[in-house]
Nanobody, 122 residues
Framework: QVQLVESGGGLVQAGGSLSLSCAAS????????MGWFRQAAGKEREFVAA???????NYAESMKGRFTISRDNEKKAVYLQLNSLKPEDTAVYYC????????????????WGQGTQVTVSS
């Protein structure tokens, strides 16, 4: 079992930045791929980025260059830096975990946090 708790969401103006954190607890953090997803109101959950133990990352094409995922294996934490935010980035951002590969489908992730709201005003 892996428990995930996100933090760092909030309200920011367009062009601003936010840093999201996800603290993991429970089983060992090794061999666990961590992902960030987001879900806007009335829309399906979409992949943002993922990272594996070694630090290798994968991003949704539309997020590249603005968002950065990182992890601290000793602290069992994963982070998402959001820069140059746009109103269309408004969503609930979820942290997720799975064993093995860093896949981009929400259906492939077993463990989920409760989500943190990010609101970008124009």
């Amino acid at each position: 079992q892996v428990q995930l708790v996100e933090s760092g969401g909030g309200l920011v103006q367009a062009g601003g930045s936010l840093s999201l954190s996800c603290a993991a607890s429970g089983r060992t953090f090794s061999n666990v791929a961590m992902g960030w997803f987001r879900q806007a109101a009335g829309k399906e959950r979409e992949f943002v980025a993922a990272i594996v133990w070694s630090g290798k990352t994968n991003y949704a094409e539309s997020m590249k260059g603005r968002f950065t995922i990182s992890r601290d294996n000793e602290k069992k934490a994963v982070y998402l830096q959001l820069n140059s935010l746009k109103p269309e980035d408004t969503a609930v951002y979820y942290c997720a975990a799975r064993n093995g590969l860093m896949l981009s489908s929400a259906n492939d992730y077993v463990y989920w946090g409760q989500g943190t709201q990010v609101t970008v005003s124009s």
